[in-house]
């Protein structure tokens, strides 16, 4: 069976029990720093439903380079990867606006990744591939210049001075994006931490493959057309926190 029979990327999901394979954590022998909780509370019968037979059928395969064609079908062009999607309510409702845009959604977090799984049945998504566990891993298997776009909407902060080199953006994951994002690609990146906000353009402005091109404050202070916060963007609002909506242009 080919892989597109078993994943067919524009029918609805059909219900077959496979075993599912816990995923994250490293991929082909590499390690993959991650700092993040992976599980929460026991997930409920319906969500352990969808881990065990929606998920085999919308996983992302990593066994070896990532087979985009296969993975959404010929007639997704544009493939958009968002990072840490927690819950999955931005990256659901992003697939839902661009039926033929394929998103690949990338989550450590087994709760969230249950979450999202409810929310992609429940919308009927046929153009969502996931992977639960680190978006490095996912990132090093994308051929070149494949995506479109990338979001990556309030990366945990690591606020304390000593836990920041565990942040997402470092010059390493920048590079790594440049290479898997198109020219005129764009990197949006969210934050509530002023002092996220200011590492990543620093190292953003030293990056010879991205730029910034705000032109006044309003490129920061407002979202991106079409926006749906996201549960920790609410959070953060509730808290008194300000957003800072940054786009970056791989160049
Ligand atoms: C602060 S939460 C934000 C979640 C969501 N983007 C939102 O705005 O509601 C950060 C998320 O990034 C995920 N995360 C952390 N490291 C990651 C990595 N290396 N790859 C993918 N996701 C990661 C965490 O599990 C967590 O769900």
């Avoid at 409920?44 to 395969?61: A, G, K, T």
């Avoid at 566990?133 to 304390?160: H, N």
């Amino acid at each position: 069976m080919t892989r597109e029979m078993e994943n067919p990327p524009n029918a609805p999901f059909p219900g077959r029990k496979r075993r599912v394979r816990a995923s994250g954590g490293s991929e082909k022998g590499k390690a993959i720093p991650f700092y993040g909780r992976r599980k929460g509370k026991k997930l409920r019968s319906f969500q352990s439903n969808l881990m065990e037979e929606l998920l085999p059928l919308v996983r992302l395969d990593l066994s070896g380079p990532l087979d985009l064609k296969a993975a959404f079908g010929a007639s997704h062009r544009d493939i958009w990867l968002e990072i840490g999607f927690g819950g999955g309510e931005h990256l659901i409702q992003e697939a839902v606006r661009f039926p033929q845009t394929g998103f690949i959604g990338c989550e450590p977090f087994v709760n969230g990744l249950a979450k999202a799984l409810a929310g992609m049945a429940g919308a009927d998504l046929c153009n969502v591939r996931v992977h639960g566990g680190e978006a490095q891993a996912v990132i090093a298997a994308l051929p070149p210049e494949s995506l479109s776009g990338v979001y990556l909407l309030y990366p945990d902060p690591w606020p304390k001075r000593r836990h920041r080199k565990r942040r997402f953006v470092s010059d390493e994951t920048l590079n790594a994006l440049a290479r898997v994002m198109r020219k005129g690609a764009e990197l949006r990146f969210a934050t509530d931490i002023d002092d996220y906000a200011g590492w990543t353009l620093a190292r953003i402005l030293r990056n010879p493959h991205f730029e910034w091109r705000a032109q006044g404050a309003d490129d920061w202070r407002k979202p991106w057309d079409g926006w749906s916060s996201t549960r920790y963007e609410e959070k953060a609002r509730r808290e008194g926190r300000v957003s800072a909506y940054m786009t970056f242009v791989k160049v």
